[in-house]
């Protein structure tokens, strides 16, 4: 365990995400639905970790707790999907480049296995957040 | 006893079913099932009718707790934030219908709001395409009537417009379409194996963040110049066939989503996708449509389209209506601080905008108007919950293709609480008292 790989990162709609935004962002089913990094098989091996494993992610713009699974639909070696959301927000790049529309996709970050973190809640990420 | 109510509209996506069922009670005051939704448009309907609901304005206190107030109390203290603020910034209003949306107008028109809507973070770099160099498109009923071949590009219909393929592009029967799917071609265009993906004929799986060179690969292939063996991961005999398929169609139609509009490339990509549906018109008949997300989006950018003739990043601080995305933009107008109040309506940046926005919003006067408990009333002094708009009030909203809908009632709101609109105009009144106009 303890290797640390870095990824090319995208986020986005899923209907889990939407599923469970509806039914209430405070509740733990949006938590489960979008605190989550999807990853290749081959990245989850890397990280010498089991899928479910709690993982950090760290880009230059903010780091985050999220759940390593292996994705839903499939994503490449390199590549990780965290969906739309507050996890995904505390590390997408903010740049607008003088469009008005930071940039979501297409993020660099680094992600570490952290078996001990927490995924916190859609409220608590915030205030986690805030609190930094 | 129960009823049931037909040809209700779903107000989630930019899709805009008007095909719902839904069962009530007797009475009108219990949503008890809904038919025909996907498992999105069902939840919005049911979640409405949640116990632990909250039914009435609560304000900020001194250490963090909530107390309840009254919509009066709830109105005064917006209007006198909105009056005692330099350069306000009103966001939001794609979760709302165009009844709203228009007071909303005259109130920033009053104050000299900032008035941005979701497609700052949607499709916000489709507008200033579509700016640049025009769209050619057309409805979902033309699609559905006359295509045989669907495009989606950098979008997963599958997950974020769960009836868009069965409705309109994919899977209907129309006019000259009698075949349904049968009779249509399916492309997706996406990184990862995607749900709409494992269904399409031909899967472009384009390396991340490479849409633009694809496009511009097209466009060399329509006129059968050379390319490089690989373009953007994509063997290039894998372009030209895609591109004579592309000519040969009847009726041809690209769907696009955030994999274009949010990479890096972001309105160049949108550029070059309406280009390559113009040199397809050559050959054939294509039309280019974005996959707005939220059902009413659109209609924010036509009713300030025809309020002020700029469909987004409105800037009326100086008495008439100035635009510049990425100086009247939200997110730019929040990182570099220079707006000093927001107003949030129908929509939820604390969920949606890059952290460093949600912080800033944390540090000045923030109001939010919504039904639900969201990461944006984590950041709120006040927070507004209103009636479900196209479930407990009806009213206007657009659909993607810009064909607007009249949204139902189909539920009393609980005893009490009161609609967008009708707060809206509950500040305004204020508002002019306080102007003296
Ligand atoms: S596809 Fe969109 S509009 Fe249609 S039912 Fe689903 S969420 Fe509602």
Redesign the pocket.
Known sequence: MAEKIELNLISGRTIQQ?VSMEAGKEKPAYRDACGIIELNAADIKKLGIWQGTNVRVTSLHGTVVVKAIEGLQKVDEGMGWIPMGPWANRVIDPNTYSTGMPTFKGVKVSVTPEPSGKVLSSLEVIEEGLAL | MSKIITDVV?P??G???DD?EVTVSDDGKKLIDVSN??A??AM?FLHSQADDRLTKPRMRNEDGSWRDVSYEEAADFSAKMLANSKKPLMYGWSSTNCEAQSVGSTIGELIGAQMDNTATVCHGTTLIAVQDVGVPSCTLGEVKNRADMIIYWGGNPAHA????MS?YSMYPRGFFTAKGHRGRTLVVVDPRDTDSASIADIHLKVEQGRDYELLSALRVAFRGEVLPDVVAGIPKEKIYEVAEKMKKARFGVIFFGMGVTQTLSKNHNIDIAIQVTRDLNEYTKFSIMPMRGH?NVTGSGEVWGWQFGFPFCVDLSRGFARYNPGESSSNDLLVRGEVDSVFVIGSDPGAHFPFGSVKKMNEIPCVCVDPHITPTTVVADLHVPVAFVGVEVGGCAYRMDSVPIETHKVVDAPEGMITDEEFLNMVLERLQKIKGV
């Open positions: 939407g | 779903c989630f996506c899709t805009l079913c719902l939704a996907c999105i448009g919005k417009h769960p009836r868009h409705r059902y």
